[in-house]
């Protein structure tokens, strides 16, 4: 009994993990050009209705997941033009975002509150009350693993291939990047781009797996949190997905807390990740003396005429 | 060959970034209609709709000022903090610690002179949003944290206190489906001036003017400018740029918490999740779109305070309030695309 209370509490850890750890890579990869997109929130937001919408439509699983990512990544591409080709803030920017993001969810999502998805992404293999870990892995669906993918995949991209190394150049220093003849804004472009798609590869997972329904606001914050997450994982994939199973495992934990027979008040567990977040922040400034891992250019727009 | 590359101008137009919040307008009222035609609706009608409904009468304009009054002192807040070029996303959060924080004096002492009373609680707002920054504001100044981050994960610490406070501590057993502390005491309300505008709009205009002298002519402001600029200048001037970060922080936190205490005294009257509708958030759009600017917050604040009025009560025809997100949004986009223009010269160069 106590290993299937277990078991549904890891399954529950990884699907909530999945979801954050595929909006904090792609967060990492826009990052890593250099450009800080606080918009995680609305193009997960938008990723989510989008694919919602689709599947609801066409009730085709394939063609929602393409258009949730697609909408996300060409969504994302306001916050490239207005940062890398016109120059401006970083910070409001990514905002406006979050902000246009989440009102344009919900005047999309208005009529579908409420609609029940007639398909859903199908678990490897579907199993109600999984005893052992190999059940609880095989519970998981195909995005579960394509994050894995990824995690491997983009890891190995920035750390062994000249794509990897041009593209963190760009958001080290982009000047001696510049004088080196890499294209800083394309870089930075399709990083911001393919940090969207991602956002929206996460929104589709929600809507379409996580909680398969809509309802206004449904990430509830999420995005923030994978800002953090880059941030908690120092800039490194598979750091990331550490932190992405902390805090996933904490946003599982809060509702079992009471089964579990713990006094603890849940509307303050829910506080935990936060404060941790901020204590790892602060643990790695001091330690690491300044040097979190942080792209040396973040935030900072580039000029040519700085050169 | 050929380049071209971007270049600042050398001389930009003083009202550029009130020409670009006009286009910006522009620009947002365009996309606002285009949204609304696609949903059946004539923008014309919605519009006209919006106006009547926010500024047409006594009442609809004071309800609108009413709004604006968190916008304009969060936004003054967040423009004192960009004096020393740090950002504040963590306004949120401080108007809830500042509701809290009044909350909490309310309880706890007495005093039978409901004036000094207001005045007391007003400033435990200003302390409790004082507070809320004080986490990252050392971290910040001691090591060196990022400040957005630790700002804006401050919201989500305090916003989930709230949610304990109001489910917990502070239930009201009263407010059965909908979890919130108890009212406050009308001995405590904030008197208003006329129709429903509360006297925390005279408050507004008087911390306006404030943040207006402390940026532009106090010396202050002045070292506040040179210790965000350039670390080495601070170092020759003599300046503490660590000590003036801090205390821009503190300062611009106690804005938003005031906001958040104005709200709770003239508004709301009880901690509930209701204190702020994403305040904190607008407050980041008002401030930014006016170039940090405290008089152009002011008047921006209230335009958009009229325009979530206006949100909120075209619901009522079916138009979802979302609209005025969206405008507000986009005008900001337009505003710095066009600020882009304003600010930048493409220029040829030839290479080699």
Redesign the interface.
């Known amino acids: 009994m106590v290993d299937i209370q277990l078991m549904g509490l890891l399954n529950a850890t990884l699907q909530a993990a999945t979801l954050l750890f595929i909006a904090a890579l792609g967060e990492l990869i826009a990052e890593k050009t250099g450009i ?1 997109n ?1 918009g995680v929130e609305g193009m997960i937001s938008i990723g989510a209705v989008t694919g919602f919408m689709t599947a609801i439509n066409t009730e085709n699983l394939f063609l929602s997941i393409i258009v949730g990512v697609l909408s996300a990544s060409i969504f994302s591409s ?1 916050h490239a033009f ?1 940062t890398v080709i ?4 970083q ?3 990514g ?2 975002l ?3 993001g ?3 969810s ?2 999309l999502g ?1 009529k579908y509150v409420g609609k029940k998805l007639m398909v859903k992404i199908e678990s490897i293999r579907d199993i109600a009350e999984p005893s052992n870990i190999l059940e609880v892995l095989l519970n998981q669906n195909f995005i579960f693993y394509l994050a894995i993918l990824l995690m491997i995949t983009t890891s190995f991209v920035l750390k062994k291939t000249m794509f990897g190394r041009r593209l963190e150049a760009v958001g080290e220093d982009s000047t001696a990047s510049d004088s080196m003849g890499l294209k800083i804004n394309k870089t930075q472009f399709i990083g911001t781009c393919v940090g969207g798609a991602f956002a929206g590869l996460s929104g589709v997972y929600l809507t379409l797996s996580y909680v398969p329904y809509w309802t206004d606001n449904m990430t509830s ?1 999420r995005g ?1 949190i994978c ?2 997450l880059v ?1 908690f994982g120092g800039w490194k994939p598979y750091r990331t997905a550490l932190g992405a199973l902390l805090f996933g495992f904490l946003e599982a934990l809060v509702p079992r807390l009471q089964t579990y027979g713990f006094e603890l ?1 849940p ?2 567990v ?2 935990a990740p ?2 941790i ?2 204590i790892v ?2 643990i790695l ?2 330690y690491k003396e ?1 040097k979190t891992g ?1 792209p040396g250019n973040i935030g900072r727009p580039f ?3 700085n050169r | 060959m050929n380049n071209y ?4 101008k050398t001389v930009v137009n003083d009202l550029a970034t009130f020409y670009s919040f006009l286009i910006g307008l522009i620009i947002g009222i365009c996309i606002g209609s285009v ?1 609304l035609l696609i949903q059946d609706q004539n923008p014309i009608t919605v519009f006209s709709l919006m106006l009547k409904l926010s500024v047409g009468s006594i009442n609809s304009l004071s309800g609108s000022l009413n709004k604006a009054i968190p916008l304009i002192l969060a936004g003054l807040g967040i423009s004192i903090m960009n004096s020393v070029k740090l ?1 504040n ?1 963590g306004a949120e959060g401080q108007i809830f610690l500042g509701a809290i924080a009044v909350n909490l004096i309310y309880i706890n002492i007495n005093i039978s002179n409901s004036n000094l009373f207001i005045f007391i609680l007003l400033i435990s707002g200003f302390i409790g949003g004082s507070v809320c920054i004080l ?1 990252p504001a050392v ?1 910040k100044v001691v ?4 400040e ?3 700002t ?3 919201n ?2 305090i916003i ?2 709230t ?2 406070l109001v ?2 501590p502070w239930k009201d057993p009263k407010s059965l489906n909908f979890p919130a502390a108890a009212y406050v005491g009308e001995e405590v309300y904030l008197p208003t001036i006329f129709g429903k505008l509360s006297s925390g709009f005279l408050i507004c205009i008087l911390f306006t003017i404030g943040a207006y002298y402390l940026k532009e002519k106090s010396v202050f402001g002045y070292e506040m400018r040179i210790a965000g600029g350039s670390s080495m200048t601070a170092i020759y001037a003599g300046i503490n740029a660590k000590q003036k970060a801090f205390f821009a922080m503190l300062i611009g936190g106690g804005f938003a918490g005031l906001a958040g205490a104005i709200e709770l005294l003239s508004q709301t009257h009880r901690v509930s999740i209701g204190i702020s509708q ?1 305040f904190g ?2 407050a ?2 008002v401030a ?1 779109i006016t170039g940090m600017r405290p008089i152009g917050i002011f008047l921006v604040g209230c335009l958009f305070g009229a325009l979530t009025i206006g949100g909120a009560v075209i619901q009522t025809i079916g138009v ?1 309030s ?2 005025a ?2 405008i ?3 005008t ?2 337009g505003a ?2 066009s ?2 223009f304003f600010t ?1 010269q493409i ?1 040829e160069v030839k290479d080699g």
Do not use: H, M, P
């Not at chain 1, 016109?86 to 803030?89: F, G, R, T, Y």
């Not at chain 2, 090591?143 to 990022?146: D, R, T």
């Open positions: 800080l606080l306001i207005v016109l120059k401006q803030d910070t409001v920017s905002l406006i979050t902000i246009l989440l009102a344009l919900s005047l208005k914050g923030w800002l953090a941030i008040s509307y303050l829910k506080i936060y404060l977040t901020i922040l602060v400034t001091i300044g942080a000029f040519r005429e | 590359i971007l270049s600042k949204i950002w996303i986490l971290t090591f060196g944290v990022n957005i981050i630790t804006l994960l401050t989500y610490i989930g206190l949610v304990y489910n917990g994403g958030y607008t980041i759009i930014a979802s979302y609209i997100d969206i507000q949004a986009t900001l986009i710095l695309v600020q882009f930048y220029k």
